[in-house]
């Protein structure tokens, strides 16, 4: 086989990875098109629930978890690959905190599970999303297993936080889901809310809606920064290929050339044999 029939072959595939990965970063762009709707809308209906639950909270305070409670601890990764140092950093973030040693770990997606599977704080790995309308799946199967690990436990789970990508301010964050912990009330309320259950219910029914509708928040960020990543990473990487592409067309252009040099040699001294064949025939 050829230099250039080679190099030919390889300038084949490196076309046809060009076309893959120029498919996988539309695809990217496209869930960030849908996860922006998505998102808006979502923490427009957080921001309210908040709101709700700080004008609760100022004249019901909420009685703390106590003590020696079980922690829960929820990572969420990606599922599919492809998005640069996305499940190393959460790994690096994790690694740097002090961790107790009760502290249970519930990992979401396969690509960070594959760099966890020596913590023995792991509780749980789950399945997750490939594409903006997986997510309530996603999120079907952590409620599940949440249940389940509830259920299980010798003792009551007090606190679940989730480490995850924030899209809004593009870093890895730390946050405690259950119990609620917001910030004080900017205004002061001058009359208690009117409530038509007893608080404590109205507590527990306020507190399962909104961890619902965060989880949902957080899960669609956490989807949003993955495919910002995987974005970036597909650009980086189709640069770097189109680069690669361009030096092995001039290889094949030089190649070429050589070959077309080397037949007109081949020609010329075929053409000087047969005109000495020629004189020697006629003398």
Do not use: W
């Amino acid at each position: 086989m050829s230099k250039r029939r080679e190099v030919k072959e390889r300038l084949a595939t490196l076309d046809e990875i060009n076309s893959i990965m120029k498919t996988m970063k539309n695809l990217a762009l496209l869930e960030i098109r849908k996860l922006e709707m998505f998102l808006d809308t979502q923490r427009r209906v957080t921001a309210s629930i908040e709101m709700t639950a700080r004008d609760f909270l100022y004249f019901y305070p909420q009685i703390p978890a106590q003590p020696g409670h079980q922690q829960l601890l929820i990572i969420i990764g990606s599922e599919r690959g492809f998005c640069g140092d996305y499940n190393e950093s959460l790994v690096a973030f994790l690694n740097s905190q002090q961790l107790q040693r009760e502290t249970l770990l519930v990992v979401v997606g396969r690509k960070l599970e594959s760099k966890l599977l020596e913590n023995f704080h792991i509780a749980a790995f789950i399945e997750s999303h490939s594409v903006a309308e997986e997510v309530p799946i996603t999120l079907q199967r952590l409620i599940e297993v949440l249940n389940r690990m509830q259920q299980a436990a010798p003792t009551k789970i007090g606190q679940i936080s989730v480490l995850y990508y924030d899209d809004e301010s593009e870093k890895i964050r730390l946050r405690q889901l259950l119990p609620l912990s917001l910030p004080e009330p900017e205004l002061t309320y001058s009359h208690p809310p009117l409530l038509h259950l007893e608080p404590t219910q109205f507590l527990t029914k306020l507190t399962d809606q909104y961890l619902y509708v965060l989880l949902h928040e957080v899960f669609y960020s956490s989807f949003m920064r993955e495919n910002h990543k995987r974005l970036a990473h597909m650009d980086s990487a189709i640069q770097h290929l189109e680069k690669d592409t361009a030096k092995l067309r001039m290889r094949a252009n030089r190649l070429r050339q050589e070959e077309i040099i080397n037949e007109i040699e081949i020609i010329l001294l075929s053409t000087e044999v047969l005109s000495a064949n020629d004189k020697s025939f006629h003398s």
